[in-house]
């Protein structure tokens, strides 16, 4: 997410650690989900570093481009809802 890295100029706080850790898991379990049913078989007698190299090669791209962003939107207000509303 965006606020894992520091912005220049903006004093934008981030969401608490824990709804972070939240919105990741709300969005990289059903994809984790998906791409082992889908991948593992076709890869189980690959060497292991090499199927290890697979999911993250897949994963990451489709969690930073196209889930993530809709996430985070989707769910702004409740991340940055400021404490005590």
Known sequence: METWFSLPGTTT???P???MVLTTFVGAYPC???IQWLVAPRTALWPLP???AV???LLLPVLTY???PR???L?????YRPPGD
């Open 13 to 15: 706080r981030s969401p």
């Open 17 to 19: 650690r824990w709804k």
């Open 32 to 34: 984790t989900l998906l």
């Open 50 to 52: 090499l199927r290890a």
């Open 55 to 57: 999911f993250p090669v």
């Open 66 to 68: 196209l889930v993530m």
């Open 71 to 73: 996430l985070s939107r």
């Open 75 to 79: 769910l702004r207000l409740w991340l």
